[in-house]
C-alpha cells in the first residue's frame, strides 16, 4: 500500500497544484487518541460553554473567508459565488448549533412511575469518525462536525483525497478556539477512510456513494453508523407550472455542475406537456455556459463516470450547451450543461446517479404515473413539485418518496430545517436540531423515593 503524498489536481486546468499526505496505520491511532483524550475535557463543558466555542470558530471562519475560499476553489474548481454563499453557511452552521445545543428536547420526564422520579440524560456518544465528499468539501464538514460537537463529542474528520485544503485549515482554527484534539484531521485516500472506520471510533458519519456507505456499514459492525449516499432527484413538472420553472430547474442542475446529491436529475412531466417541456429545459440549459454559470466537474474518474453514462444512454436527442470561452482548451474536467430527451424507461441517465449537469425528461400519461416513475428509483434523498396548485403540488409532495421535497424551488435549504436520505440514499438526520441525537445517546435515570 503506497505511502507517497497525493498529487492534488486543480480541475480548472488539469495541472498539479501540490501535494497532500496519506494517513495510515500510525496517523489514524495518533488522531483517534487525540481525540479520545480530548473528550473528557469537551464532553464536560456545559452546553453554554462549547457553544461560546463554536461561536468564536464560526467568527475565525468569517474573519478568514477569502482564505477558505482560495482553498474550496482549488481543490473544486467552483466559480467564486459558489464559494463565498457555502462559506456563509459553515459559519452559519456552527453558530446555530452553539445554540440549538441549549435548546434540545427531550422525553418526558418526572412521576412517571408509582413512588419514582425519572429523567433522561442526553450524552455524547464519544469519538465520531467523520468522512466527507469532495463535492462539497467543507460545507459536509460542517454539517456533520458542528453537530456532532456541539452535542459533547469530539471528531477525527477525513477530507477526499483531492479536496484536503479547508478542512486542514478548519482543524488548524478548530484547535485554536476548541482546544487540541477537538477537531481532528487526517488527510488521505480511500485506504485511509477504511482504516478510520476499524479504528477505536464510537461512531462513524459518512458522506458519500452508496457503494462505499455500503461498505462502511459492514466495516462499522455494531457501532451507529450515519449514512447520506447520494440521490437522483425527480422534478414533476405539471402543466400549469411557474413560468420560470425550467430557468430554475437549469440553474440548480447546474449548481456545482450538478455535483449534488440533491440537484434535479429527472425532470417528469405529462405527455401533453412534453415538447413544450423539452424546449424550455433545453433553451435554459443552453443559457448556462461551463466556465462561466457553474465549475468542472472535480476529478478524472468523475469525468470518466460522466461521459460513460452519457455515452450508454439511449436517448434520441441529447442537446449540449456550451462551454465559456475563458474554459475552451483548458485541459480540466470541464463538460457543457446537457439534456437528455426520448430515452428508455431503464435508461442509465435515469437509474443511476449521473452526478454531472445534466437533466433528462420523461414522459408520463397522468400524474399517478408521473409519481410512479419518480418514486421508481432505489434513491431517495430529495425531490420537487412544479404547479400553480396548491392543493395537487402538496398532495404529491406528501406521496414523494423523498426525505425532503420542495415546491415550486429546488435546493433551497437551511440550518433549521432537516435533510436526511431513504431507500439506498441511506438513513440519518442532517442539519436541524434533530442532528444532535445523531451524535446523542439517551440514558434513562430512575429514583426511588423514600420517605
Not at 461498505?215 to 422534478?235: K, Q, Y
Request: hydrophobic fraction near 40%; aromatic fraction near 4%.
Amino acid at each position: 500500500m503506497t505511502t507517497e503524498p497525493t498529487r492534488l489536481i486543480d480541475p480548472r486546468t488539469g495541472r498539479t497544484r501540490g501535494t497532500a499526505p496519506l494517513s495510515r496505520e500510525r496517523e489514524v491511532s495518533e488522531a483517534v487518541a487525540a481525540a479520545r483524550a480530548a473528550l473528557p475535557g469537551w464532553s464536560a463543558l456545559t452546553p453554554k460553554d462549547r457553544g461560546r466555542r463554536l461561536d468564536r470558530l464560526a467568527a475565525l471562519i468569517e474573519e478568514h473567508a477569502t482564505e477558505y475560499a482560495a482553498r474550496e476553489q482549488a481543490g473544486t474548481g467552483k466559480p467564486g459565488t459558489e464559494t463565498a454563499g457555502e462559506i456563509e453557511q459553515v459559519a452559519d452552521l456552527f453558530r446555530f448549533y452553539a445554540t440549538a445545543a441549549r435548546t434540545r428536547t427531550a422525553p418526558a420526564s418526572g412521576h412517571l412511575v408509582a413512588g419514582h422520579e425519572s429523567w433522561v440524560r442526553w450524552e455524547p456518544i464519544g469519538v465520531v469518525g467523520v468522512i466527507v465528499p469532495w463535492n462539497y468539501p467543507l460545507l459536509m464538514a460542517a454539517w456533520r462536525c458542528a453537530p456532532a460537537l456541539a452535542a459533547g463529542n469530539t471528531v477525527v474528520a477525513k477530507p477526499a483525497e483531492t479536496t484536503p485544503d479547508s478542512l486542514r485549515l478548519l482543524a488548524e482554527h478548530a484547535a485554536q478556539v476548541l482546544g487540541p484534539g477537538v477537531l481532528g484531521y487526517l488527510p488521505g485516500d480511500r485506504h485511509t477512510g477504511r482504516l478510520l472506520v476499524e479504528s477505536a471510533v464510537d461512531m462513524v458519519a459518512f458522506t458519500g456513494s452508496g457503494r462505499a456507505g455500503a461498505d462502511v456499514a459492514a466495516r462499522a459492525g455494531t457501532r451507529r453508523v450515519s449514512l447520506e449516499l447520494g440521490g437522483n432527484a425527480p422534478a414533476i413538472v405539471l402543466p400549469d407550472s411557474p413560468a420560470d420553472t425550467c430557468a430554475r430547474l437549469a440553474e440548480a442542475a447546474t449548481y456545482n455542475a450538478g455535483q449534488s446529491c440533491a440537484a434535479p436529475a429527472r425532470v417528469i412531466t405529462l405527455a401533453g406537456n412534453y415538447e413544450a417541456t423539452v424546449a424550455g429545459l433545453a433553451a435554459a440549459l443552453g443559457a448556462r455556459l461551463a466556465g462561466r454559470d457553474f465549475g468542472p466537474l472535480n476529478n478524472p474518474d468523475q469525468a470518466e463516470r460522466y461521459d460513460r453514462l452519457v455515452a450508454s444512454s439511449g436517448a434520441k436527442r441529447n442537446l449540449a450547451a456550451g462551454i465559456a470561452p475563458e474554459a475552451r482548451g483548458l485541459p480540466g474536467h470541464w463538460r457543457p450543461a446537457r439534456l437528455l430527451a426520448d430515452l428508455p424507461y431503464d435508461d442509465p441517465s435515469v437509474t443511476e446517479e449521473v452526478f454531472g449537469p445534466l437533466l433528462t425528461v420523461q414522459q408520463a400519461e397522468s400524474t399517478e404515473a408521473a409519481l410512479a416513475l419518480a418514486n421508481g428509483v432505489p434513491q431517495a434523498l430529495a425531490a420537487s413539485v412544479w404547479t400553480t396548485g396548491l392543493e395537487a403540488g402538496l398532495d404529491l409532495v406528501a406521496r414523494l418518496n423523498a426525505g425532503e421535497a420542495w415546491l415550486n424551488c429546488h435546493l433551497v435549504q437551511t440550518a433549521e430545517l432537516p435533510h436526511g436520505g431513504r431507500g439506498t440514499s441511506g438513513h440519518g438526520t442532517d442539519l436541524s436540531v434533530l442532528a444532535l441525537h445523531e451524535y446523542q445517546r439517551p440514558k434513562t435515570v430512575t429514583v426511588r423515593r423514600t420517605r
